[in-house]
């Protein structure tokens, strides 16, 4: 255990350039999804230990302090799940709150971002909140998301927890706490989405052409 003090687990885990290569027998998946990866990047093994020490982070930073915590759905619901059960279990209370964020691309050439869902903003008010991530990417969604919060509940504080930070160029976000960074790959599984499959998946791996050209509308 590096670090009781958790200096070193401050720092992401970094993920390298190399994908591990995906052998069928070493994961539980639907079958549906067969020839789907291309690459394992994050086991759930990996994930579940990462968790532990995300949650330790947090209870030493929030002491005597009880955070909102945030999850973006959907992507990031099953590491909201697993972060909170940790939380848990080291007695770190926590209150529970949703939003819904979707980015597209409008008509202008910059991707804008919509929010809905039921998050009430009057329960934000004079809170630390932490916002639970699954991926920043080039962190346009809590670019937006952070500045609303801010102005529409006024809490005391927002920090972000984010499961993957993508190693890109530019960024317009960083998260305080990160679980792993991550190759500037497209990945799946363990809440991520390619056109909404793959969520349902216990480990992140890389997508594959055929994963990429799949019909999801031959599946009921
Ligand atoms: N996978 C799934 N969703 C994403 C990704 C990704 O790599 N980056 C941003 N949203
Ligand atoms: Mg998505």
Not at 67 to 83: E, M, N, Q, R
Not at 139 to 152: D, E, F, K, N, V
Not at 164 to 184: C, H, M, Q, T
Request: glycine content about 8%.
């Amino acid at each position: 255990m590096s670090g009781r003090d958790g200096t070193e687990w401050r720092k992401p885990v970094i993920v390298g350039e190399d994908v591990k290569p995906f052998m069928k027998e070493e994961h539980i998946y639907p079958p549906e999804y067969e020839g789907h990866f291309d690459g394992v990047m994050i086991t759930c093994a990996e994930i579940h230990e990462r968790i532990q020490q995300l949650a330790t982070l947090i209870h030493t930073d929030y002491k005597g302090i009880r955070p909102v915590l945030v999850c973006t759905l959907k992507g990031a619901s099953p590491f909201y799940i697993h972060l909170s059960d940790a939380l848990k279990e080291i007695r770190q209370g926590f209150d529970m709150e949703f939003v819904r964020a979707s980015s597209y691309e409008g008509t202008a050439t910059s991707g804008q971002v919509e929010f809905v869902g039921e998050l009430k903003m009057n329960s934000l008010q004079g809170r630390h909140i932490l916002l639970i991530e699954d991926i920043v990417d080039t962190g346009t969604t809590l670019s937006a998301l952070i500045p609303m919060l801010q102005q529409q509940g006024n809490p005391a504080g927002v920090e972000v927890c984010s499961l993957l930070d993508k190693r890109l160029e530019v960024k317009k976000y960083e998260a305080k706490y990160v679980g792993f960074s991550i190759p500037n790959k497209f990945v799946i599984g363990y809440g991520l989405d390619y056109e909404e499959l793959y969520r349902d998946l216990k480990d992140i791996f890389v997508i594959s052409q055929l994963g990429i050209s799949f019909d999801a509308s031959t599946l009921h």
